[in-house]
């Protein structure tokens, strides 16, 4: 790994190729602050479609490698090799790749879990620790919402005593409706049901350790003692689906855990609630800009993304209070789909704001006006 010099990081990643929808999540992510340059990859165990991938994505040829070996390796030796490695393959495979660039001195981003199960935790964490020169992050993303950060402040603050109870719900509803099948398992859930690949846990991996993570993040505290129950998938079809566990945290906290792929139409759903002896806190992800913050005595207060009381949540927000956060996202669809209506060959239907919509808008605006001054109902 060379000294950083230039302003931008130069990122390397693994995994995330054309089907994998975190990949674009990161590499998006990684664009979003303009920290990072992307200038070297493998994105898929299959050399030519990594190779392909990375062209598409306007990486020169000699950096898109067949595979991470290769590419620690050379990257290690490059006076402008990549400074830190992005790591989005599937669980089990974390840990070897992590420590490929750890042995070169090379930073880490890792997509959850940590590792694929609590052998190759272990290693890893040593690893990491062994090796002064880099620094490790993990992407357990719903941490980083400002009002979750919010939330760990309020926690710190001491703004809800001492925490008594903890309860988090992740649901996902991997089956889409799909009565799952011993035929067409593979097809629907793919490595997931593949413990080599998936690790100790499909259901566990995947979203149990968002969960888990969450709740000791805000609180701070660490869990104790767990009792669980963990359903399969079905009798035949082996893999983890389903989980619920109750835990006893070290400051004699208890927390309650729901982790499922299989409710049937809760497509998705996390919230966390979390019970000290001086009030609760209550943060759901499908309305991440609020915070309930329910005092034990005096009126709830909704707590708002970058607003007065939330001021610590500003740090991590980059748009303003009452936009939600998806607002940078839906703005890129925009640019995406008039892109791509410039270079079509055919004539397809876009569902961007255009000029149509723009005459509705000023002519609403102009009713208004009129309305307003006449005091009456006015045609727009
Ligand atoms: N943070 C989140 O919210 C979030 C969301 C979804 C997935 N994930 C995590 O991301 C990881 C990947 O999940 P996914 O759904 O994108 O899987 P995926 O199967 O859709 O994609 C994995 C990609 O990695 C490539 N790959 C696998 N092994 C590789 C290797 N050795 N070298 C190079 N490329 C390799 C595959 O070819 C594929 O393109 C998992 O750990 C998953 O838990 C995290």
């Known amino acids: 790994m060379t000294s950083i010099q230039s302003k931008k990081l130069f990122l390397g990643i693994v995994g995330g190729g054309p089907k994998s929808w975190i990949g674009h999540v990161h590499r998006i992510a990684s664009r979003f602050d303009d920290h990072y340059e992307v200038v070297a990859g493998v994105f898929s165990r299959n050399p030519k479609l990594s190779k392909k991938f990375g062209k598409s994505l306007g990486i020169s040829a000699d950096r898109c490698y067949s595979n991470y070996k290769e590419m620690a390796e050379k990257e290690s ?80 603050k001491g703004k809800i005593g001492k925490i008594e109870y903890i309860n988090v719900e992740y649901i996902q509803d991997w089956l889409k409706g799909i009565n799952l099948t011993t035929k067409n398992a593979k097809k629907i859930l793919k490595w997931k049901i593949d413990k080599k690949i998936v690790g100790a846990s499909a259901v566990l991996n995947e979203i149990g350790s968002h969960a888990y993570h969450l709740a000791i993040y805000i609180s701070g505290l660490r869990g104790d003692k767990i009792f669980a129950d963990i359903k399969n998938f079905s009798k035949k079809i082996k893999g983890d689906a ?22 049937r139409g809760g497509v998705y759903g996390l919230k966390i609630r979390i019970f000290g002896s001086k009030g609760s806190l209550e943060w759901a992800q499908n309305n991440p800009g609020y915070l309930r913050f329910n005092p034990a005595r005096g009126a709830v207060r909704l707590l708002e993304k970058g607003f007065f009381e939330a001021d610590f949540s500003k740090k991590f927000t980059r748009v303003k209070y009452g936009h939600p956060e998806g607002y940078l996202d839906a703005f890129a669809n925009i640019y995406k789909e008039f892109a791509k209506s410039l270079t079509a060959k055919s004539k397809k239907r876009y569902f961007y704001p255009n000029e149509d919509e723009g005459l509705e808008t000023a002519k609403f605006i102009e009713a208004c006006k009129i309305s307003s001054r006449r005091k009456k109902w006015v045609k727009i």
């Open 77 to 156: 030796v490059k006076k402008d090799g990549v400074n830190v490695v992005s790591i989005m393959t599937p669980p089990s495979s974390h840990q070897i790749i992590a420590e490929e660039f750890i042995n070169k001195n090379i930073h880490i981003i890792s997509d959850k879990p940590f590792a694929g199960n609590l052998n190759q935790a272990k290693k890893l964490y040593k690893k990491i620790k062994s090796n002064k020169k880099i620094n490790y992050a993990l992407t357990h993303n719903y941490s980083a919402y400002p009002m979750v950060r919010q939330a760990k402040h309020l926690v710190e």
């Open 242 to 263: 389903n989980a619920q566990a109750m835990v006893n945290f070290n400051n004699q906290a208890k927390g309650m855990f729901w982790i499922s792929s299989v409710p």
